[in-house]
């Protein structure tokens, strides 16, 4: 509940925040029109409101689409305001022939803003290069104030993502402590809510680390860091849900469950760990090789519970797949950097 709150309680302050740039965006802009000597000026803190956005990269896009569709939108309503009149229905025929292609050309984002600025053409009744400039200067100040106030602060998410990832692999380490106790005493209790503390977790980590990648315009470890750090727990907690299911199966205590309670403990521990050591891979192989070399099951109890074991077993070796995928490689000693290269 207090994750919960937290959480809530940090949206709450990026829409402060995004409240706060959209006023300063606007004031800006209106200030910026009056003093320039363009009308409407209260048209630009307009523009400005509806440039503001969450992030750097969308704001960027945003602006640019409204900016492109209102040009476009100046251009068509000229046209058709020039060769039909200033009439009511003549905003129908603009409507159904601009609205089409900006939707064609991925410019939806700028439908109201080219909607607005052709309605200010239509109220002034005439087509002039004057008041064309007048509109796109407009178009230039509030999108202009919009973007700047976007570049000039977005809210960092670098903190709150390493929060949440402390909050993850203790869920997930919590889960593999609870695992191998089960395999120890097969009528130990656990509620499994880690497991969906886990899946809440991941997807607000998921839904932070994109945020926090559009506020980054160019290349930057971090930035794809976090993407790729989320998806390989999902990819995980898939896994781990497979092994609980087996674990369910698993009714009464195995000398083979001991082992892989060790091998869900050592995971307890490497899960907080950026590096992919490999140690847990080495168990999983050698207890593999060990299910081979056991006696075939002599009750039919034996063969379900070694099954589920070796399911688990299996779980748990796709689990490390993906670590081995997606984590960091060791770096290697000196010593080892030498003997590979006379390799």
Not at 32 to 60: C, D, F, H, Q
Not at 117 to 131: K, R
Not at 314 to 340: I, N
């Amino acid at each position: 509940m207090m994750e919960g709150n937290y959480s809530t309680g940090l949206e709450g302050i990026i829409m402060g925040i995004r409240v706060i740039k959209t006023a300063l965006a606007a004031i800006a802009a209106i200030y910026t029109a009056y003093y320039l000597g363009l009308e409407p000026a209260l048209s630009a803190g307009m523009l400005a409101i509806l440039g503001v956005e969450v992030t750097r990269k969308k704001g960027l896009k945003s602006a640019t689409a409204r900016f492109v569709a209102s040009v476009l939108g100046l251009f068509f309503a000229s046209l058709i305001f020039t060769v039909f009149g200033f009439h009511y229905w003549a905003v129908a025929i603009y409507i159904l022939v601009s609205f089409p292609i900006l939707s064609r050309f991925q410019l939806k984002d700028g439908i109201i803003t080219s909607a607005v600025i052709v309605f200010h053409l239509f109220t002034h009744g005439q087509v002039t290069a004057s008041f064309l400039g007048n509109e796109i200067l407009l178009l230039f100040v509030g999108l202009g104030w919009a973007t700047a106030i976007n570049f000039i602060y977005m809210p960092k998410d670098e903190k709150e993502l390493l929060a949440v990832r402390s909050q993850l692999e203790h869920a997930l380490s919590t889960i593999f402590r609870e695992m191998a106790a089960t395999l120890r005493d097969p009528i130990h209790l656990w509620n499994g809510s880690e497991l969906l503390d886990a899946h809440r977790i991941i997807e607000e980590g998921a839904k932070r680390s994109v945020r926090n990648s559009e506020n980054r315009l160019w290349y930057q470890e971090p930035s794809t860091y976090w993407p790729g750090y989320f998806e390989m727990r999902r990819q995980q907690l898939y896994s781990i849900q497979q092994m609980i299911a087996e674990l369910a199966l698993v009714y009464e205590k195995w000398p083979q469950g001991e082992l892989i309670a060790e091998l869900l403990e050592r995971l307890a521990g490497d899960v907080k760990s950026e590096v992919y050591q490999g140690k847990a891979e080495g168990m999983v192989f050698n207890l593999m090789r060990s299910f081979r070399e056991m006696e075939l099951p002599k009750t039919r109890e034996e063969f379900e519970i070694r099954a589920a074991l070796l399911t688990l077993l299996h779980e748990v070796d796709r689990y490390l797949a993906v670590a081995k995928r997606m984590k960091k490689k060791p770096v290697p000693a000196e010593g080892e950097k030498r003997k590979s290269g006379s390799n």
